[in-house]
T-cell receptor
Framework: GAGVSQSPSNKVTEKGKDVELRCDPI?????LYWYRQSLGQGLEFLIYFQGNSAPDKSGLPSDRFSAERTGGSVSTLTIQRTQQEDSAVYLCASSFGTYTDTQYFGPGTRLTVL | GEDVEQSLFLSVREGDSSVINCTYTDSSSTYLYWYKQEPGAGLQLLTY?????DMKQDQRLTVLLNKKDKHLSLRIADTQTGDSAIYFC??????????FGPGTRLSVLP
């Protein structure tokens, strides 16, 4: 079946603009995760949705970042007033259940803030 | 905040064992993970260990956890060229936040 998809695959934006990144998880997966991977740095966890429960937002790097998941499926990660340090690959993953289940990662969205 | 550390590089000869080490600071970690990232590919969950376990073995992979020292290791027996990748250590705490290490780049020499 189809894997996790993300769009756009690449996004170049100007500093100060807002961007919206989309993630379509695997059908039937209740858990959805957002991460980012910056050049020369490791993976950074951002936020985790489990079913319809409210997510823990404490991993988001600043209040310019927000995420939502509508209907327990598609998720969007929004970055307002982008900064150059937001440039990274943003990865989405989904899993069938909780965090002991294998996470299936999407291809990522490469965000470049000029 | 919580921190996970790993050495950045490791080189081994094909057929030898590889040991990748990780230290973490969060005493409330519940699960610890090893992920593999191959060039141009996504992350792959290799294995995980619950915090009340000392060891977990899965074919060529052995995970050792020293909870007192907050030290996690991944041993790959009979390392092959296909094992060349970046290996990330990660932990999750009761607050459900994953924390990843910087990744160890494993190079397998013929």
């Amino acid at each position: 079946g189809a894997g996790v998809s993300q769009s756009p695959s690449n996004k170049v934006t100007e500093k100060g603009k807002d961007v919206e990144l989309r993630c379509d998880p695997i059908s039937g997966h209740t858990a959805l995760y957002w991460y980012r991977q910056s050049l020369g740095q490791g993976l950074e966890f951002l936020i985790y949705f489990q079913g319809n429960s409210a997510p823990d937002k404490s991993g988001l790097p600043s209040d310019r970042f927000s995420a939502e998941r509508t209907g327990g499926s598609v998720s969007t990660l929004t970055i307002q007033r982008t900064q150059q340090e937001d440039s990274a690959v943003y990865l989405c993953a989904s899993s069938f259940g909780t965090y002991t289940d294998t996470q299936y990662f999407g291809p990522g969205t490469r965000l470049t803030v000029l | 905040g919580e921190d996970v550390e790993q050495s950045l590089f490791l080189s081994v000869r094909e057929g030898d064992s590889s040991v990748i080490n990780c230290t973490y600071t969060d005493s409330s970690s519940t699960y610890l993970y090893w992920y593999k990232q191959e060039p141009g590919a996504g992350l792959q969950l290799l294995t995980y260990i619950f915090s009340n376990m000392d060891m977990k073995q899965d074919q060529r992979l052995t995970v050792l956890l020293n909870k007192k020292d907050k030290h996690l290791s991944l041993r790959i027996a009979d390392t092959q060229t296909g094992d060349s990748a970046i290996y990330f250590c990660a932990e999750i705490n009761y607050g459900q936040n994953f924390v990843f290490g910087p990744g160890t780049r494993l190079s397998v020499l013929p």
